[in-house]
């Protein structure tokens, strides 16, 4: 499957944006999603993922504040980011696995090119 996400972009302390994660192929339903995120100089971090189940599981840095879904008629996942804050500046990466409970990097097979979250403060 290849991914592409966008979405991305600059906005204030405290705003939102929604990341969209487009697949490519027929068997979306059947991957469990991931949203990674990895701010400059630090280790890419895990931050939502939802399984073909529909469960989904957060960052406790992002808890209540992102949520995750997806459209499987439109093969897209999603990531709507509320309440920003500069710390979670970061280039977003969507992230497709079969793997069950999955929540590492090393764990997904595949991979969008990601989208830059500026958050001014």
């Known amino acids: 499957v290849q991914l592409q996400a966008s979405g991305g972009g600059l906005v204030q302390n405290g705003g939102s944006l929604r990341l969209s994660c487009a697949a490519s192929g027929r068997t979306f339903s059947s991957y469990h999603m991931g949203w990674f995120r990895q701010a400059p100089g630090k280790e890419r971090e895990f931050v939502a993922a939802?399984?073909?189940?529909?469960?989904?599981y957060y960052a406790d840095s992002v808890k209540g504040r992102f949520t995750i879904s997806r459209d499987n008629a439109k093969n897209t996942a999603y990531l709507q980011m509320n309440t920003l804050k500069p710390e979670d500046t970061a280039v977003y990466y969507c992230a497709a696995t079969r793997t069950i409970a999955a929540m590492l990097d090393y764990e997904h097979d595949y991979w969008g090119q990601g989208t830059l979250v500026t958050v001014s403060s």
């Open positions: 939802i399984w073909w189940t529909t469960s989904t």
